[in-house]
């Protein structure tokens, strides 16, 4: 086995080294004293157990099986985003562009390597020529809002969760080959530091950081990125950033996740909505399953590139 | 109405599969019961009509055993216009197909719909007649509901609010747009006895307008 398969496959019995405990914890605590908060803990635990397997396979499959993979929940977040946002029939020929062409161009610049293109095209290409596309159907009702809208749908469930599989095109030295690990380190620390702000929010959380939007606090924030930090560090042989490099990028990504799923709910909690969609049972949609892991994946795409790329 | 050839009825049935599956596909619709469950009764599904994708979103989402015995009322003029259609309409979703020409008719529609209604299907009728372009939420609803409703009082008549439809394939589009749609059945009414046909009519208006989801971007700020 290549060093790099076994690191996959370590990681794997790792991952079901970790929830198999959880799940049996979770089913404990529910015969023994059932609830909203276990049973929310309970389909937290599940998606992991989805989340995992995919990942697994689109491992197997490699590059292309990664990209896939990304591509396939940027649609399903795109979708979910789309159907809520403000849009009037003469935006139809721009959203049309943005589902089957944006999106599929976006991840095929990454599968070809071609990180020039990919890190403007949308906040450059598609954000000025779909308003002109707009523009041609005459409709001057609420345009800023219609075409923001959009933009920031693409931005968010696009341009943001390209930058995932875009971490297998880092060129670090010595590490190039390696660099499928990056993703499974990023998606590890900032969904586990998720659950443990969740956990440790719920014991010891008192202070909310938003009332009025969510239930989440500081304590369980602060808890949850240092949980994340240590957790980093402690895998940090996945990475070539060391163990304090490690742990330091496990914080800004688990941090940045959990801001970002904050920005999220206020944007459900502005259309009316509790969750994005029903598609994943017991969960919502992608959107919600996602929302930490896109805010978190450009900033440590780029803080990665800046300190470690040469 | 059912045909008796064993391979057009396989047919129909394997068609009908496809359409189901393909509407899910585009537009992954999500029934919402609220106010009523999705129980084997005899009902009339009364729905707002924005899309042609309306009716077969709106079969589509019905429980297998119910969709069996759900007939849409449809425009004979649009299902008959080729043999596709007509198949489509006469064996797939067995719709009650009326003229809506005066002058082409041969019987009339409303004994047709009730015929419908006491052989024991369940019906899906857009009480506006047409599809509405409008901005307006509903265009006025025609009298056949109030008809049907005093003919058959102990059928249940359950609002249904499409959402999302028109946006997915407006009229004149080409590509449909992936979003998702939701379909919501709401606490089913009937016509009271003596009560008028106006008055019964803006009562499913509400009812129907009532399900429909709140722009709260627009007015829900605070």
Not at chain 1, 21 to 30: C, D, F, K, R, S
Not at chain 1, 179 to 198: K, P, R, Y
Not at chain 2, 98 to 125: F, H, Q, V
Request: with cysteine; glycine share 8%.
């Amino acid at each position: 086995m290549t060093p790099i398969a076994s690191d996959i496959v370590l990681l794997l019995l790792g991952a079901v080294g970790i929830l198999v405990p959880l799940t049996i914890l979770g089913e404990i605590v529910a015969t023994r004293s059932p609830g909203p908060v276990v049973e929310t803990y309970r389909t937290r635990v599940h998606s992991w157990w989805a989340m995992v397997i995919l990942f697994a396979l689109a491992l197997l499959l490699g590059r292309t099986g990664i990209l896939l993979l990304f591509a396939f929940a940027s649609f399903a977040a795109l979708r979910e985003f789309l159907t809520l946002s403000t849009k009037v029939k003469a935006d139809h020929l721009a959203l049309a562009l943005a589902f089957f062409a944006v999106l599929p161009l976006q991840f095929l610049f990454i599968g070809l390597g071609w990180t020039g293109l990919f890190a403007v095209f949308i906040p450059v290409y598609a954000f000025l020529l779909l308003p002109m596309v707009t523009v041609l159907r005459g409709d001057k009702n609420r345009f800023l809002i219609r075409v923001a809208e959009t933009q920031w749908g693409l931005m968010i469930c696009v341009y943001c969760a390209s930058h995932v599989p875009a971490l297998m095109t880092l060129e670090i030295d010595g590490y190039t080959d390696r660099s499928v690990l990056l993703i499974a380190f990023l998606i590890l620390v900032v969904q586990l530091g998720d659950l443990l702000d969740f956990y440790f929010g719920r014991k010891f959380g008192r202070h909310k950081i938003a009332p009025r939007l969510s239930p989440k606090t500081w304590e369980g924030m602060v808890l949850g990125v240092a949980s994340a930090a240590v957790i980093g560090g402690a895998f940090a042989w996945l990475t070539p950033f060391g163990i304090v490099g490690a742990a330091a990028m496990a914080a800004l990504a688990s941090a940045t996740g959990m801001f970002g799923s904050l920005v999220l709910t206020a944007i459900k909690r502005d259309k009316g909505v509790h969750d994005w969609s029903h598609l994943i049972p017991g969960q919502g949609g992608f959107l919600d399953q996602l929302d930490s892991v896109l805010f978190a994946a450009p900033i440590f795409y780029h803080v990665a590139h800046l300190i470690w790329v040469a | 109405m059912t045909n008796t050839n064993p391979f057009r009825r396989l047919a129909a049935h394997v068609a009908g599969h496809a359409i189901t599956l393909f509407a899910r596909g585009i537009a992954a619709p999500r029934a919402i019961w609220q106010g009523t469950e999705p129980v084997d009764r005899q009902r009339v599904y009364f729905a707002n009509h924005t899309s042609n994708g309306d009716m077969p979103m709106i079969w589509s989402v019905l429980p297998a055993a119910m969709r069996r015995n759900t007939r849409p009322v449809a425009a004979a003029d649009y299902w008959l216009k080729n043999p596709l259609r007509a198949f489509a309409g006469r064996d797939v979703f067995r719709a009650v197909l009326i003229d809506r020409r005066p002058e082409n008719r041969t019987e009339d529609p409303m004994a047709k719909i009730i015929a419908a209604l006491d052989e024991g299907s369940s019906l899906i009728i857009f009480p506006e007649g047409n599809r509405n372009m409008t901005d307006d939420l509903l265009l006025p609803f025609k009298a056949g509901l109030y008809n049907i409703g005093k003919a058959h009082p102990q059928v249940d008549l359950v609002p249904t609010w499409v959402a999302n439809l028109n946006e997915i394939m407006p009229k004149g589009e080409v590509i449909p747009l992936p979003l998702m749609c939701t379909i919501t059945f709401g606490a089913p009414i009937h016509v009271d006895p003596g009560e008028d046909k106006d008055s019964f009519l803006a009562r499913a208006s509400a009812a129907l307008a009532g399900l429909a989801p709140a722009k709260t971007t627009e007015e829900g700020r605070t």
